[in-house]
């Protein structure tokens, strides 16, 4: 597990096209906009990386709130290619997000998944995570 760089981006592209593929949707994500998110100081991705290939990234940010007069972490995408996955690298990718938020003194954090996906929501609560909101959505 590593912070993920600006050489990663096409990988982490790739990870988030899988993920959504996945889930029976695209994502547009290219390189490019990987390499311009990296460079934002309120986002963080790291990855996981076998053998020199990356197979598994988590990307989370900062956003400010009122309620809590600070930053909350928000764990956005977790991606583990196929062939790697059920191999706990999903479960440390998330660990190492969550002890990264920790150290920058958020607030809360927060991730979100399908109502259908048991797994992630498995492991999410595995990892202290509990249901608190309904987050609902406006696909623009």
Known sequence: MRPATAADAAAVAGLVRLMALQDD?????????????????????????????????????????????????????????????????????LEAAVARLKQLDVAEISIST???????KHLYRALGFVEETLMLEQHL
């Open 25 to 93: 949707e695209t994502s547009p994500v290219t390189a490019e906009w990987v390499a311009e998110c990296l460079a934002d100081d309120d986002f963080f991705a790291v990855v996981a990386e076998l053998g020199g290939e990356i197979v598994g990234v988590v990307t989370f940010g900062l956003v400010r709130g009122l309620f809590h007069a600070k930053k909350s972490g928000v764990i956005q995408e977790a991606s583990v290619a196929p062939a790697h996955q059920n191999e706990g690298i999903g479960r440390a990718l």
């Open 114 to 120: 399908g109502f259908e996906n048991e797994r992630a």
